[in-house]
């Protein structure tokens, strides 16, 4: 970081700077509204901190750059909207395989397909948990202010590198081009994290064994150059890397890579509370989306209604158990705002279940959702 | 050869009132191009500021059916446009002739849509395939692209203390399409109209997969004046930055030869992507640049030779 005190960022700018703090050596990307300006300051950013900025030929190049330099020791990034992230999909579910560390950052605009290029939208929040084929968990943590696409980028690394995982930064439009007055300093120096590295011997190193450092399921990773010669595949894969058609020790690889995730629920679920000890009707959101419900619920509280905020911010895994506890308060509904058809609010119904309703409250035509719409609903609930 | 009179006789494919800049080098591409088609065309568009400015709804710019899907389809699209025609007639369901062609941008092209365009010229498709070149993303903001020439300056190629733009050469993709073993590839000015117009006859003519890259000055990429949209283009091809030729069944035929070869900072220094260029100490990236223009000039021309 060069400059300290007040700024005026842009959201897209602050993923940069958290990325950089995050020790961010290497993007790979390919131009896409509204992610470009990502690319844009990443090429005159990298190359000043010893980093590299490689432009590809097109998303799926650009993924599979990521891996490579991941692989070969460098935190590594791309961004991207809609059209690319499903590009990028076969190569995210490669990362997920064979367990590369890297963060993939979707700015979300209208879909599907190439939709409206220059509007904000949620569309992708399922695309970001089941875009890739097969079993697999995957984090996926969503901003909703400038400050937050800086802290939260240098979490989606740190995530990254102590699960050996692909993490996605799930921001959208209204997030990535917002410009708010920010002090990065005044997050203070935010721990970093870096991925353990094997201390065995080099000829018993073994890139998908037992972990030898903090946790015991997530193996160390060495990187390419090193000296350690280890084999990274897309195939379902052994303790040393090679191929397998072994059910048992297929079995235990898949079983591993989504455990390791799964069995850390409570743990990365990251979430915002505003005004929830005695609420009646909780609103769920997260995103640009967040900002809206905040503004609703203050102003539903200012007319004496009893309305609590629950922004997420871990999207995936899906914070079960915080979610389960709405449960237990006699709520008269929780409220679900996405700029989609509905896609978060169905693991939400699943685990509220029949204790109260869930209303879905949905746009998906470019407009965001405006305070007045979630006030509505609230006063609709009560 | 055609005169001018005849040329604007030919109704327009690409009607007046659409939303690109003032100067754009795309729109004037496709009409030049277009007059050469003879028939009724299918055009295919890759995403792009073509594809954007012509299409905005509820409004098209095209007198012909045209199709968009995503950015790196329109090889794979147009083929298949092609493929069903061509299945329609045998199955007796289509009898006139119609044409087939595809637009797209330098990203397009010769990044993401380059696989799928392979496979085109590959199969052969009875269709031809327009890049319209003007070195860079100019829809997204002008980002570098395989067909950006050295040293230019764009957004993530930015020049500062260090960087002096782009450091790769250009993609050669009129001789990659070439490569293919295609009927017909060529290279083409809106400047030298006339050669355009010939090339573009001879490339729906060609009984298969033609490629046909075009030169487009872009204004705001390029940062020089929109009214010099052609001045730029006929710089390109006197400094042979931008040599006019084609590849008949492997055959080159260098269709212009400058009298006066000019050095190619005629064509950089009007350009403000170019400007640092000039600044003390770049000399020697302009010889590099230079003589990569000698260097690929005198191939082409040996190329030329022996193909006779």
Redesign the interface.
Known sequence: MNETGPRLLQGNEACVEGALAAGLRFFAG????PS?EI??IC??RL?QVGGT?L?M???IASMAAVCGASLAGAKAMTATSG?GFS?KQENLGFAAQAEIPCVVVDVQRVGP??GMPTSPAQGDVMQARWGTHGDHEIVVLSPSSVMEAYTLTITAFNIAEELRTPVVLLMDEIVGHLREKVTLDAAGKLPVVDRDKPSCPKELYKPYGPGQGRLTDVPPLAAFGEGYRFHVTGLTHGEDGSPTNNPKVGERQILRIVQKIASRRDELARFEEISMEDAEVVVVAYGGTARSAKKAVRDARAEGIKAGLLRVITLWPFPETRVAKLREMGLKAVIVPEMNMGQYVLPVKRVIGDACPVIPLNKVAGQFIEPKDILEAIKGAM | MASLKELSAVPEVLASGHRLCAGCGAPIVVRQILRGAKAPVVVTNATGCLEVSTSVYPYSSWNSPWVHTAFECAGATASGVEAAYRSLKKQGKVDKEIKFVAFGGDGGTYDIGFQALSGAMERNHNLVYVCYDNGAYMNTGIQRSSATPKGADTTTSPVGKVSTGKRENRKDLTKIMAAHGIPYAAQVSPAHWNDLYQKAEKAFSAGGAAFINAIAPCPRGWRCDSKDTIEMCRLAVDTCFWPLYEIVEGKVRVTYKPRVKRPVVDFLKPQGRFRHLFQPGNEGLLEEIQKDVDRNWERLLAEEALSN
Do not use: K, V
């Not at chain 1, 390919?30 to 509204?33: E, G, K, S």
């Open positions: 390919y131009p896409i509204t470009t690319a844009e090429s005159l190359p900025f432009q030929e097109d998303e059209p590009l397909s190439t």
